[in-house]
């Protein structure tokens, strides 16, 4: 009995060939082998043979979500990075898998770096509601809160003192230690 013929898969996602693309890019930008880029793969914990990571970059292997994760931690990149095109232009119009229509790259990435949503009613009270529905379905409220904050014009700040007055934690004067903030300013013993 004669096997059939195995024709690669080939990806057709608009965002999935932007993975492959990218991964490649970034790979052979900082100059790896797919053989380097697999041992690194390896060493965080999430092997990915150095063949499979061809056929990733050929887009003839889809990328879970553990793999986008893992390849960007290894290539040194946020996720979006790779999600999103590169070598455009802001107001190039660019496909993400689920829309039925194109996007600006500029509102791609403000989206996937989580900062707007990526279809925005016009103006008015239902933008607000909107934006700020974005925010609290897909950002932690402590990060809400820094960003709000950066918006306010306290940015001057460091992000440790940032962190710290968010979450409620002061510096013991005298022993250089931390603990949350008492109500009314009582001592913690």
């Known amino acids: 009995m004669t096997q059939p013929s195995r024709t690669p898969t080939r990806i057709t996602d608009p965002s999935g060939l932007t993975v492959a693309a990218n991964v490649r890019r970034v790979r052979e930008s900082r100059g790896w082998s797919t053989y380097e880029l697999a041992k690194k793969l390896k060493d965080g914990g999430r092997p990915v043979s150095p063949s499979a990571l061809a056929k990733i970059e050929r887009g003839e292997r889809r990328v879970d979500v553990g793999d986008l994760i893992a390849l960007a931690v290894a290539l040194n990149v946020a996720p979006s990075g790779l999600l999103l095109p590169v070598d455009t232009e ?14 600006p790259a500029l509102k791609a990435w403000e989206w996937a770096d989580g900062r707007n949503t990526l279809d925005d009613p016009a103006s008015g009270h239902a933008a607000y509601q909107a934006h700020m529905l974005y925010r609290l379905y897909g950002r932690p409220h ?37 603990r949350f903030k008492r109500e009314g300013g009582g001592d913690d013993g």
């Not at 802001?90 to 194109?102: H, K, W």
């Open 90 to 103: 802001p107001l190039a119009e660019i496909e993400v898998t689920g829309r039925s229509r194109t996007v």
């Open 142 to 178: 402590w990060l809400v809160d820094l960003e709000d904050e950066e918006e306010a014009g306290g940015a001057d700040r460091s992000l440790g003192d940032r962190l710290r007055r968010t979450a409620g934690i002061e510096r013991v004067e005298g022993t250089n230690r931390y």
